[in-house]
């Protein structure tokens, strides 16, 4: 019942933008975490960036300082906005949500995921 339809992938330039929508509907949680997770070819699914009911966000590593994401509850709309692309955030783009609890800090159950959404950067 729960669904996530990503949008907004295409083809870049390196040093070019792209801001990625997720939409999500069915969902009866209070509190949850959404999150933005990418996969490169012949890579694992790696995690992008989460934010909480709550506002809390986590960033991995590569991408801080370069990507932001954002939510609004009115729209069940998720955003990635992701600045300075480079070669390596090529990849498909999912979006996900899971219930949480205490706050944030525990997740309860599974995950749902959307179809994804490639992304190609160009040198």
């Known amino acids: 019942q729960v669904q996530l339809v990503e949008s907004g992938g295409g083809l870049v330039q390196a040093g070019g933008s792209l801001r990625l929508s997720c939409v999500v509907s069915?969902?009866?949680?209070?509190?949850?975490?959404m999150g933005w997770y990418r996969q490169a070819p012949g890579k694992q699914r790696e995690l992008v960036a989460t934010?909480?009911?709550?506002?809390?966000?986590n960033y991995a590593d590569s991408v801080k300082g370069r990507f932001t994401i954002s939510g609004d509850h009115a729209k069940n709309t998720v955003w990635l906005q992701m600045n300075n692309l480079n070669p390596e955030d090529t990849g498909v783009y999912y979006c996900s949500t899971q219930r949480t609890m205490a706050g944030g800090r525990l997740l309860v159950g599974l995950p749902y995921w959307g179809q994804g959404t490639q992304v190609t950067v160009s040198s």
């Open positions: 069915g969902s009866a949680f209070n509190d949850f975490r």
């Open positions: 934010i909480t009911t709550e506002g809390s966000t």
